[in-house]
């Protein structure tokens, strides 16, 4: 009977779920095999059947297998993945990439179980014609200990396996991807799934890591949940050693449904203010998502020349042409939340109004969601705020904090809030959140919304969720989660590419009104 404990690819949606370093994964399965009474080659065992055990059950007609082992103890998973296969019929070329005397304790354990089951092991493996009988390659070479980009051996095996052109499975973590930041580390092996062990790698889920990954499994490989917690409490204090990724129906929870003795004022009153001259395209499309996700009553402060043109466009909105900061003022009296920045540009005109802006709010304490423009100029303010809400693309994080180490997505979105307070999030592949609540990551979103117009009506929705009664730190999570679940729904619909950011609209309405958008 195998020992394995092979979960399926992802936990249901409503599910909590952590996301770990790789060297708090390490910790864990230190203290199973210290604790639990399991030693390493069994655990190792554990992940070699799993391993085997999602092979047939994803190409059930492979028989013809490749496995590259490289060193340490992802080589041992390698070794015992060859013998198995093996041992169960398949034929099995293991190929060596690290030399089998540099093996020590369980992974040489491993590797003599390899050689008992007389699977065919050689150094050399640039052997095309052979390789073209393969069915499957199954990437053992390294796992989470890689800190440094890939020496040339392992360059040139990871681009061996990429040019065979075959379905690969990654043990535990696509050799070439850092574990704790999602980048590439030289090149990757792209994977067609990756098995990965005891606890989710945060790397898997942001920057390079979607790409490189396929469908992720975890196994848990029989270590309690709760060892987590034995880490916080005795081992680390960091908190990003542990990423929440996010839910939206466990979001969208805490969003309740509307009373029915209710009016547009229990809503709240979201105030855009952007759309400089030539510019109105912005605020409007962040004013129609604060519309559609629920916002009570939206006001845009915008530049004259464009206020009627927006209410004739849209004349649910409350628009008024802006001449000074003066004329601001009454409007931000009124306003629950301000958004600022979708068209703001960076004139004289635009300083006055985010100045003004930034004054009042931290004066009243309002909720403030600041994007584009607006970051641009906050980037020369050296501000601190702990209640607005920054939301930066890669490049204008690289101007709110220069420098900042935008191949770890993690760490630039820590730094920035670490500089100017608040709640951040780093737009991308795996939007990342960090704030008083931790790091977050949101699992959803597609390619098809790398286009102009996305990150205003992010800010629409974000501004919504607070003006309807949300925290700071929900209204971010959840607007991320609803914004990214609906490009999904456009591209599972429609395809990714050729999406305009105002397809999201219809979609939205239906998620903040919990109805089936499948």
Not at 61 to 69: D, L, M, Q, R, S
Not at 79 to 86: Q, R, S, V
Not at 255 to 276: E, Q, T
Not at 429 to 457: E, H, K, Q, R, W
Request: hydrophobic share 40%; with cysteine; glycine share 12%.
């Amino acid at each position: 009977m195998d020992e394995s404990q092979t979960n399926e690819n992802e936990t249901e949606d409503d599910t909590p779920q952590w996301l770990y370093t790789g060297g708090a994964v390490r910790a864990m399965d230190a203290w199973a095999i210290a604790n639990l009474g399991v030693s390493g080659l069994r655990l190792m065992r554990r992940a070699a059947q799993a391993c085997v055990q999602k092979i047939a059950d994803l190409w059930p007609e492979v028989h013809n297998i490749a496995v590259f082992c490289g060193k340490g103890n992802n080589a041992g998973d390698g070794y015992l993945i060859a013998g198995i296969l093996a041992e169960r019929g398949y034929s099995v070329t293991a190929f060596e990439v690290s030399p089998h005397d540099q093996l020590v304790g369980d992974a040489a354990s491993a590797y003599e179980f390899c050689v008992q089951t007389d699977c065919l092991r050689t150094e050399g493996y640039g052997l095309p014609k052979e390789h073209q009988r393969f069915d499957l390659v199954v990437d053992a070479l390294l796992g989470t200990g890689l800190n440094g980009d890939l020496r040339d051996d392992y360059q040139a095996a990871v681009d061996h396996i990429n040019a065979l052109s075959r379905p690969v499975i990654a043990v535990d973590l696509p050799t070439g991807l850092c574990a704790d930041s999602g980048r590439q580390l030289g090149r990757a092996v792209q994977a067609t799934a990756t098995v990965t062990f005891i606890g989710h790698k945060r790397g898997l889920f942001t920057g390079d890591g979607p790409d490189c990954s396929g469908e992720i499994i975890c196994d848990d490989l029989g270590v309690p949940g709760d060892v987590d917690q034995y880490l916080d409490d005795n081992i680390t204090r960091d908190p990003g050693y542990r990423v929440s990724r996010l839910s939206l129906s466990l979001l969208m929870r805490m969003f309740p449904n509307r009373a029915r003795n209710s009016h547009k004022y229990k809503f709240g009153h979201v105030l855009v203010i952007g759309g400089n001259k030539g510019m109105s395209g912005a605020v409007l499309m962040t004013a129609e998502a604060a519309l559609r996700s629920g916002a009570g009553i939206v006001s845009v402060a915008t530049h004259p020349s464009h206020a009627s043109a927006l209410v004739t466009r849209r004349p649910e909105l409350m628009c008024r042409g802006i001449e000074t900061d003066a004329d601001l003022e009454p409007m931000l009296d009124a306003a629950s939340v301000v958004a600022i920045g979708p068209g703001l540009g960076k004139n004289e005109w635009a300083v006055q109004l985010h100045a003004s802006a930034l004054d009042h709010c931290r004066s009243t304490g309002k909720p403030m969601v600041i994007d584009a423009d607006g970051l641009n100029l906050l980037a020369l303010n050296e501000r601190v705020e702990q209640s607005w809400i920054l939301t930066p693309h890669p490049g204008e994080a690289e101007r709110l904090r220069p420098g900042s180490r935008q191949g770890d997505r993690f760490d630039s979105v820590r730094q920035i809030q670490e500089q100017f307070g608040g709640h951040v999030l780093l737009k991308g592949a795996g939007t990342t959140i960090f704030d008083d609540d931790g790091l977050a990551l949101c699992p959803y979103g597609n390619p098809g919304m790398s286009v102009a117009g996305m990150g205003d009506v992010l800010t629409g929705v974000i501004a919504s969720m607070c003006a309807q009664g949300l925290g700071p730190a929900t209204a971010i999570r959840l607007g991320v989660c609803l914004h990214a679940r609906a490009g999904d729904v456009v591209a599972d619909h429609e395809g990714p590419r050729g999406m305009f950011a105002t397809d999201l609209l219809p979609v939205l309405r239906r998620l903040v009104n919990h109805i089936d958008v499948s």
